[in-house]
């Protein structure tokens, strides 16, 4: 069934360093892949996202890698701030046409000043 | 510009008891959807609403209910709560049906006691 998972529940780095959160997913028949990250107290905030048909894709200090071999969807966040502090979350949306996402567990992000 | 509003922020209930939620979306948002967090299932999608209309609805019992108004404000009910029901209930608003973007609200944080 569908399945969307993330290898690692929490991830500490160094303020300044390049984060890498990964997910792993199971559903081939996903066409489009996102990241939401949710600090505390708040809803999930939207990252930044990825068509199936592509492999790249960058933001401001983010990069999402989507490895449709491996079923493999990674998000690149460059000089993590504090402020990046949160868990983040990839997520599937089947076909677009409807906002049924199917969210992973969430790893949790954590900057050492 | 505000955004997604959701009430009540947090509330208590007692088994068998009904509750209701209210969202009200961004100004021009048409499509709301609900999401359900709880520390074990993680978010899991509710429904989708998109002009007053339910396009999508996720693997959750009759007991789970919503409705969306002219007005794109949406109320989610639950009936005949139980203990499993306690969780962080999420609104999200897009401005069309089939977004990846979603913006949340904080959410209505609901126990069952």
Known sequence: GESVGLHLPTLSVQEGDNSIINCAYSNSASDYFIWYKQESGKGPQFIIDIRSNMDKRQGQRVTVLLNKTVKHLSLQIAATQPGDSAVYFCAENIDGANSKLTFGKGITLSVRP | ?113
């Open chain 2, 1 to 113: 510009k505000a955004g997604v509003t959701q009430t009540p922020r947090y509330l208590i209930k007692t088994r068998g008891q009904q509750v209701t939620l209210s969202c009200s979306p961004i100004s021009g948002h048409r499509s709301v959807s609900w999401y359900q967090q709880t520390p074990g299932q993680g978010l899991q999608f509710l429904f989708e609403y998109f002009s007053e209309t339910q396009r999508n609805k996720g693997n959750f019992p009759g007991r789970f209910s919503g409705r969306q108004f002219s007005n794109s404000r949406s109320e989610m009910n639950v009936s005949t709560l139980e203990l499993g029901d306690s969780a962080l209930y999420l609104c999200a608003s897009s401005l069309f049906a089939g977004a990846n973007v979603l913006t949340f609200g904080a959410g209505s944080r609901l126990t069952v006691l």
